[in-house]
């Protein structure tokens, strides 16, 4: 069965800094990954997503992550921080007959002055 | 595209009472998937239909919880009788068949029980 695991619930950065947030994945097949972020009293909003081809997949607001199949990894990072980056983020696999999304429990990025 | 529209954003009830939180999916998506959102709990899956049919309601907590999809515009999740610990986000999302299409949120309905 597929699943996601998410190291630091909690991380801080300063404005300007690098933003690391670590995924790894469980998958018996080929993963589908998925970034997804959440403002506050919002839905969640898909950064971007790993099919095939490219292991470095870019996405929106400046983010982009890394497939590592030998690490089972797919960790999410922007070179530089901004205030706007403040919010839940969540890695998520497609499983279920490639029909369900199981996401990990979420880290929430602070980013201060 | 209007996104996927939940309705009411918010809702306030009494312990007893009956709850129904509805969905409107973007049009087109054949799946439509149901979770809530908790501090302790995080975000779990309670329910996903497919082409209108429930696949997979493994989720859904006790019979209290029920969901349907009479067609494939609408779907509603109800909560008879509604009990404090219900307390949550209940998100709905959507999304069209393949492994490249991407799961698209609602803005959620906060629910709280007293």
Known sequence: ?113 | DAGVIQSPRHEVTEMGQEVTLRCKPISGHNSLFWYRQTMMRGLELLIYFNNNVPIDDSGMPEDRFSAKMPNASFSTLKIQPSEPRDSAVYFCASRRDGNNSPLHFGNGTRLTVT
């Open chain 1, 1 to 113: 069965a597929q699943s996601v695991t998410q190291l630091g619930s909690h991380v801080s950065v300063s404005e300007g800094a690098l933003v690391l947030l670590r995924c790894n994945y469980s998958s018996s097949v080929p993963p589908y990954l998925f970034w997804y972020v959440q403002y506050p009293n919002q839905g969640l909003q898909l950064l971007l997503k790993y099919t095939t081809g490219a292991t470095l997949v870019k996405g929106i607001n400046g983010f982009e992550a890394e497939f590592k199949k030998s690490e089972t990894s797919f960790h999410l990072t922007k070179p530089s921080a901004h205030m706007s980056d403040a919010a839940e983020y969540f890695c998520a696999v497609l499983s279920g007959g490639y029909n369900k999304l199981i996401f990990g429990a979420g880290t929430r990025l602070a980013v201060h002055p």
